[in-house]
């Protein structure tokens, strides 16, 4: 049986929809909820050069959004243009939509607002002695905009959100919800816009007023007050600029992760986006020392030429095209990386930048400590790794003690004040086989010694495996890999970095691969498996880490049993071998799963336990 109801709408003829419903559907691409106009009408504000904005609510947006600004403007003459689709002054040709360098261009906002609710916009250039008022509404374009009243700058008031449109009102949430998600919006942009004074008001009551920040430190009180202050204590200041591109933000320690993504600001050209090449630089940047299950948090800003990034690629602008994909992937990986790398416990390491915690590195003059010995340090670092353990059967080079740390003086040159403390200190106790307990110029320090020791022996593993070489071994019955024509024209493209990981692959069909050598570490992996997903990360993001990441984690795995297990009992000079090695070794602030390997009490937090002066 023949549907009629689609017959008929087979049958109908093609026609062109009218104005105010072409509208309404670009509503629904760029205005979800009343955030969504929020964001639109503070990205036109900050456009237009304002340094100071105010947005008043009511009723979380749903009943009233206020925007004013000190921008430039609108001339009179333009008023009505401003409230037609693809109208703007933003762009004028394709070599503009190319290189766009603000964050609205579209000229759809302002229209498909005034599609589904009640707007006014009011406006004065700074020339005029008066500003203009339009209704966003047909009478009133019709009339065209009446003197008004009105200090240099813009308010756009938007009344009544989806008014017209009762379906989408019925997916809006409650009063509450839609207000914090304003307030998201709000701090997003404060964090991108520094010279911006922004003050927010909800239901005629001030809710928060964020004051324009001309220096770092300023912004990291701005920070601070958005992200918290916990944040700002505990991340590192990162900054560097490559090949036209420049990075630069907090970046938050592996000991503060989060259980969820929302700590996460990233910025291209100071537009906020969540981009999946992004994420992925991220998440293997903190692979090696995030807890299983925990999300980082960071505040990041990436600049770089407007024409190298495609900020058209989504109806809201969330995401962004990079054209060269897999130098801004290798950029941010390799930046944070490095970054996260120099969390040496007792000193955190960016690349330009040191931030010292609780203490002063002192590595370069390093006192003797009464009744160490250079010789007992090195027999007993040396001590950890028994004949069987892994790290000992590397090299001597590989499980070197860290005695070279502690420089011996004469009993004369002793000195224990504490600017000559070393970072950790030194060993006072051992508590149940577990903890080392260490006095430094900050107070006492725990140490977790199995979880410090699987980082300095897991660090040395890699650096050993890397140093080396990969080992490979032919397969004795080489294994045929199935894939598509695009996956085997990309393995013939990169067969020299499979080699570089160890795998020797050749191409004996349109789709088919072999593989004829694997690495010896990943003697019992599935070989298989790891090319099509070697493929798959080349596809996706321009390399592929797998190899890497394999090995490291069965390098972890040798880590883990090849440290000193808790229970064992320790001399003082084996515990201060640890302290030192732990000093000069990358990321040893965490195990290899992402759990801290020591923690500072200071003497302040040491006399609150004990109420002393109070």
Same mark, same amino acid.
């Given at each position: 049986?023949?549907?009629?109801?689609?017959?008929?709408?087979?049958?109908?003829?093609?026609?062109?929809?009218?104005?105010?419903?072409?509208?309404?559907?670009?509503?629904?691409? &760029?205005?979800?909820?009343?955030?969504?106009?929020?964001? !639109?009408?503070?990205?036109?504000?900050?456009?237009?050069?304002?340094?100071?904005?105010?947005?008043?609510?009511?009723?979380?947006?749903?009943?009233?959004?206020?925007?004013?600004?000190?921008?430039?403007?609108?001339?009179?003459?333009?008023?009505?243009?401003?409230?037609?689709?693809?109208?703007?002054?933003?762009?004028?040709?394709?070599?503009?939509?190319?290189?766009?360098?603000?964050?609205?261009?579209?000229?759809?906002?302002?229209?498909?607002?005034?599609?589904? =609710?009640? /707007?006014?916009?009011?406006?004065?250039?700074?020339?005029?002695?008066?500003?203009?008022?339009?209704?966003?509404?047909?009478?009133?374009?019709?009339?065209?905009?009446?003197?008004?009243?009105?200090?240099?700058?813009?308010?756009?008031?938007?009344?009544?959100?989806?008014?017209?449109?009762?379906?989408?009102?019925?997916?809006?949430?409650?009063?509450?919800?839609?207000?914090?998600?304003?307030?998201?919006?709000?701090?997003?942009?404060?964090?991108?816009?520094?010279?911006?004074?922004?003050?927010?008001?909800?239901?005629?009551?001030?809710?928060?007023?964020?004051?324009?920040?001309?220096?770092?430190?300023?912004?990291?009180?701005?920070?601070?007050?958005? %992200?918290?202050?916990?944040?700002?204590?505990? %991340?590192?200041?990162?900054?560097?600029?490559?090949?036209? @591109?420049?990075? =630069?933000?907090?970046?938050?320690?592996?000991?503060?992760?989060?259980?969820?993504?929302?700590?996460?600001?990233?910025? &291209?050209?100071?537009?906020?986006?969540?981009?999946?090449? &992004?994420?992925?630089?991220?998440?293997?940047?903190?692979?090696?020392? @995030?807890?299983?299950?925990?999300?980082?948090?960071?505040?990041?800003?990436?600049?770089?030429?407007?024409?190298?990034?495609?900020?058209?690629?989504?109806?809201?602008?969330?995401?962004?095209?990079?054209?060269?994909?897999?130098?801004?992937?290798?950029?941010?990986?390799?930046?944070?990386?490095?970054?996260?790398?120099?969390?040496?416990?007792?000193?955190? &390491?960016?690349?330009?930048?040191?931030?010292?915690?609780?203490?002063?590195?002192?590595?370069?003059?390093?006192?003797?400590?009464?009744?160490?010995?250079?010789?007992?340090?090195?027999?007993?670092?040396?001590?950890?790794?028994?004949?069987?353990?892994?790290?000992?059967?590397?090299? !001597?080079? =590989?499980?070197?003690?860290?005695?070279?740390?502690?420089?011996?003086?004469?009993?004369?040159?002793?000195?224990?004040?504490?600017?000559?403390?070393?970072?950790?200190?030194?060993?006072?106790?051992? /508590?149940?086989?577990i903890y080392i307990l260490a006095q430094n110029a900050g107070g006492l320090v725990l140490v977790d010694m199995h979880a410090a020791h699987e980082r300095i022996t897991y660090e040395k593993l890699k650096a050993a495996y890397v140093g080396h070489s990969v080992q490979t071994q032919p397969l004795l019955v080489p294994e045929t890999v199935l894939v598509s024509t695009l996956e085997a024209d990309l393995?013939?493209?990169?067969?020299?970095?499979?080699?570089?990981?160890?795998?020797?692959?050749?191409?004996?069909?349109?789709?088919?691969l072999r593989i004829l050598q694997t690495p010896l570490l990943l003697s019992h992996a599935d070989a298989v498996q790891l090319v099509r997903d070697m493929l798959a990360d080349l596809a996706s993001w321009g390399d592929s880490r797998r190899m890497s990441d394999a090995a490291d984690a069965i390098l972890a795995t040798m880590a883990c049993h090849a440290s000193i297990r808790a229970g064992r009992l320790?001399?003082?000079?084996?515990?201060?071998?640890?302290?030192?090695?732990?000093?000069?070794?990358?990321?040893?602030?965490?195990?290899?799963?992402?759990?801290?390997?020591?923690?500072? /009490?200071?003497?302040?937090?040491?006399?609150?336990?004990?109420?002393?002066?109070?």
């Amino acid at each position: 049986m023949v549907d009629n109801t689609l017959s008929a709408e087979i049958g109908m003829r093609i026609q062109k929809l009218p104005s105010q419903l072409i509208n309404q559907i670009a509503a629904g691409e &760029v205005i979800e909820r009343p955030a969504s106009v929020v964001k !639109e009408l503070l990205e036109n504000s900050l456009d237009a050069g304002a340094t100071d904005i105010e947005v008043e609510l009511e009723q979380g947006g749903i009943k009233l959004i206020r925007v004013r600004d000190n921008g430039c403007g609108i001339e009179r003459d333009d008023m009505v243009n401003a409230l037609e689709r693809h109208a703007t002054s933003k762009i004028q040709n394709l070599e503009d939509l190319e290189r766009v360098g603000t964050l609205g261009f579209r000229g759809e906002a302002l229209p498909s607002i005034a599609s589904v =609710s009640q /707007l006014r916009l009011i406006s004065r250039p700074e020339n005029s002695d008066h500003g203009w008022v339009l209704p966003g509404t047909p009478e009133g374009i019709a009339s065209g905009p009446q003197p008004a009243s009105h200090p240099p700058g813009t308010t756009i008031e938007v009344c009544d959100l989806f008014f017209n449109v009762p379906a989408r009102r019925k997916f809006l949430r409650t009063e509450k919800t839609e207000f914090q998600h304003i307030d998201n919006i709000v701090k997003r942009i404060a964090l991108s816009w520094p010279g911006v004074e922004i003050r927010l008001r909800h239901n005629q009551r001030p809710v928060d007023h964020i004051k324009s920040a001309a220096d770092r430190e300023q912004m990291e009180r701005r920070v601070a007050s958005i %992200c918290g202050s916990g944040f700002i204590e505990q %991340c590192l200041y990162v900054e560097n600029s490559v090949s036209g @591109l420049k990075l =630069s933000g907090w970046l938050g320690l592996p000991t503060f992760s989060r259980s969820q993504t929302d700590m996460q600001f990233f910025f &291209v050209n100071r537009r906020m986006v969540r981009d999946k090449l &992004v994420g992925h630089a991220v998440r293997q940047a903190y692979q090696d020392v @995030l807890y299983h299950g925990r999300q980082p948090a960071f505040v990041l800003f990436l600049d770089m030429d407007p024409a190298m990034v495609d900020v058209n690629a989504h109806p809201a602008k969330h995401e962004v095209r990079f054209r060269e994909s897999r130098l801004v992937h290798d950029f941010l990986f390799k930046t944070l990386q490095q970054a996260l790398a120099g969390t040496q416990a007792g000193k955190t &390491v960016t690349p330009i930048h040191r931030m010292e915690k609780a203490f002063s590195s002192t590595a370069d003059r390093q006192p003797f400590q009464p009744g160490l010995n250079m010789r007992e340090v090195a027999a007993a670092y040396t001590a950890f790794y028994s004949p069987g353990d892994a790290g000992h059967s590397l090299s !001597e080079q =590989s499980v070197s003690p860290a005695s070279s740390a502690v420089r011996e003086k004469p009993e004369s040159a002793q000195d224990t004040t504490s600017d000559c403390f070393p970072p950790l200190g030194y060993a006072l106790a051992q /508590l149940h086989g577990i903890y080392i307990l260490a006095q430094n110029a900050g107070g006492l320090v725990l140490v977790d010694m199995h979880a410090a020791h699987e980082r300095i022996t897991y660090e040395k593993l890699k650096a050993a495996y890397v140093g080396h070489s990969v080992q490979t071994q032919p397969l004795l019955v080489p294994e045929t890999v199935l894939v598509s024509t695009l996956e085997a024209d990309l393995a013939e493209t990169h067969i020299s970095r499979f080699k570089d990981y160890g795998i020797e692959l050749e191409r004996i069909g349109p789709e088919q691969l072999r593989i004829l050598q694997t690495p010896l570490l990943l003697s019992h992996a599935d070989a298989v498996q790891l090319v099509r997903d070697m493929l798959a990360d080349l596809a996706s993001w321009g390399d592929s880490r797998r190899m890497s990441d394999a090995a490291d984690a069965i390098l972890a795995t040798m880590a883990c049993h090849a440290s000193i297990r808790a229970g064992r009992l320790l001399t003082l000079a084996e515990m201060n071998a640890l302290l030192r090695e732990m000093e000069q070794t990358e990321r040893s602030g965490q195990c290899n799963h992402g759990r801290p390997t020591w923690v500072q /009490l200071s003497i302040q937090q040491l006399d609150k336990l004990f109420m002393r002066g109070q």
